[in-house]
């Protein structure tokens, strides 16, 4: 898979607009860009995907770079509850999806009140 | 809707003991299974992943196996436990087929080995 670079933490005041950036410069062109975020203690949870254009969902928008060698999750309006460990990750479609995810350190994001 | 059940929430076990996770999910049929680690302060990592009843795949050799007797049970077991396997163990279901890489996890299992 192609490797994601991320910072290590950000901070944001609650209700301003945070923007998440994920460099991955070898990103091929079958390779879909994922967003999943880790609450405290709890598992993952799948936030947005996409390949070239940007996306938008109830959770968060997708920026994607035109080279695609970058992309940016947009939280248009962060709550406390948005407070996670945010992650960026690449894969390939195979066929059938079957193998899992890998994770890196992902950006921990703090939102302060 | 579906559910994914994980349990215990919490485990503390001695060092060189057995150990049985479970998973069930529900509300979806022949679904992808998988089985994660977290160890502390570190990132998640693919230990298992299970494509139909009995066929299980591999990613980490280590102390652990699993074992998917029915079509939503995924069942993570040692016969010895190390200290190394402290975490939190977390099993996720995706659906078959999707180019999407759409996993959803359960509550986890925080195993302490004493």
């Known amino acids: 898979d192609a490797k994601t670079t991320q910072p290590n933490s950000m901070e944001s005041n609650e209700e301003e607009p945070v923007h998440l950036p994920c460099n991955h410069s070898t990103i091929s062109g079958t390779d879909y860009i994922h967003w999943y975020r880790q609450l405290p203690s709890q598992g993952p949870e799948y936030v947005i995907h996409g390949l070239t254009s940007n996306v938008n969902n109830r959770m968060a928008s997708l920026a994607i770079a035109e080279d695609r060698k970058s992309s940016t999750l947009i939280l248009h309006r962060a709550t406390l509850r948005d407070a996670a460990v945010y992650y960026c990750?690449?894969?390939?479609?195979?066929?059938?999806?079957?193998?899992?995810?890998?994770f890196g350190k992902g950006t921990h994001l703090i939102i302060q009140p | 809707s579906q559910t994914i059940h994980q349990w215990p929430a919490t485990l503390v076990q001695p060092v060189g003991s057995p150990l049985s996770l479970e998973c069930t999910v529900e509300g979806t049929s022949n679904p992808n299974l998988y089985w994660y680690r977290q160890a502390a302060g570190r990132g998640l990592q693919l230990l298992f992943y299970s494509v139909g009843i009995g066929q299980i795949s591999s990613e980490v050799p280590q102390n652990l196996s699993a074992s998917r007797p029915q079509d939503r049970q995924f069942i993570l077991s040692s016969k010895k436990l190390l200290l190394s396997d402290s975490g939190f163990y977390l099993c996720?279901?995706?659906?078959?087929?999707?180019?999407?890489?759409?996993?959803?996890f359960g509550p986890g299992t925080r195993l302490t080995v004493t």
């Open positions: 996720a279901w995706s659906v078959p087929g999707q180019i999407v890489y759409e996993q959803y």
């Open positions: 990750i690449l894969r390939e479609y195979s066929g059938g999806g079957a193998d899992g995810l890998t």
